[in-house]
């Protein structure tokens, strides 16, 4: 994807969080407005629209002349990963728009600086980060109870290091604190994958239950 599309369609779903959150419908010419720049027209983001749509970021429904767009959880998390890329920035020539900083500010209010930065050190410390980590996911994609490990590993971030993680993990299961679950993730992203976990007995592992 090139760098003006990736941006194109990271402001279309930065503002769909902003102006209407998760799962609620906004027509797609008020987020128009919001994302296009003075000299870009509403069609030049038609193609990023259908991108989205055909990667299960948002759902459009028609609706009289115009649509409907809604931010879906698999866009969530594809702002998520696209607020944290290189690739989302401004030009040295080019003056950041208030609109977009202050829903960026708004992202890092209520998600980012949320976050604990502190470094988990011990099994018992990582026990309780991981079920809060595992309640707070379910709860924020609607998994019910069916978690993707890479979706944990990722909010834990580098409060845990990545052999930790897999060790202590596994040490919980052993313990019948969770069970790690087979699965495919979604579009087979070979980096949800490595974010998964693969043990010497069970093979790969891409989900977390509790017991």
């Known amino acids: 994807m090139d760098k003006k599309t990736f941006q194109r369609q990271t402001r279309i779903l930065l503002q769909l969080w902003n102006l209407a959150g998760v799962e609620t419908d906004i027509t797609a010419g008020k987020i128009n407005k919001v994302v296009k720049k003075s000299n870009e027209s509403s069609k030049d983001y038609q193609k990023s629209y259908r991108n989205l749509e055909e990667i299960g970021a948002i759902a459009v429904i028609p609706y009289r002349t115009?649509?409907?767009?809604?931010?879906?959880?698999?866009?969530?998390?594809?702002?998520?990963?696209?607020?944290?890329?290189?690739?989302?920035?401004?030009?040295?020539?080019?003056?950041?728009?208030?609109?977009?900083?202050?829903?960026?500010?708004?992202?890092?209010?209520?998600?980012?600086?949320?976050?604990?930065?502190?470094?988990?050190?011990?099994?018992?410390?990582?026990?309780?980060?991981?079920?809060?980590?595992?309640?707070?996911?379910?709860?924020?994609?609607?998994?019910?109870?069916?978690?993707?490990?890479?979706?944990?590993?990722?909010?834990?971030?580098?409060?845990?290091?990545?052999?930790?993680?897999?060790?202590?993990?596994?040490?919980?299961?052993?313990?019948?604190?969770?069970?790690?679950?087979?699965?495919s993730v979604s579009d087979n992203d070979p980096s949800k994958i490595e974010d998964s976990i693969t043990t010497p007995l069970s093979g790969l592992r891409c989900y977390i239950t509790k017991a």
């Open 66 to 183: 115009t649509a409907k767009v809604s931010l879906t959880q698999q866009g969530l998390q594809v702002l998520r990963e696209n607020l944290q890329d290189p690739q989302f920035e401004y030009g040295s020539r080019e003056r950041p728009r208030v609109k977009d900083v202050n829903a960026i500010l708004k992202w890092f209010q209520q998600y980012e600086s949320k976050a604990a930065t502190a470094k988990v050190s011990s099994y018992d410390e990582f026990k309780k980060l991981l079920l809060q980590t595992f309640e707070q996911v379910d709860r924020e994609y609607n998994c019910d109870g069916f978690v993707p490990i890479y979706q944990v590993r990722r909010s834990i971030g580098d409060q845990v290091d990545r052999s930790s993680f897999n060790e202590w993990l596994v040490e919980m299961q052993r313990s019948d604190l969770i069970f790690l679950e087979e699965g």
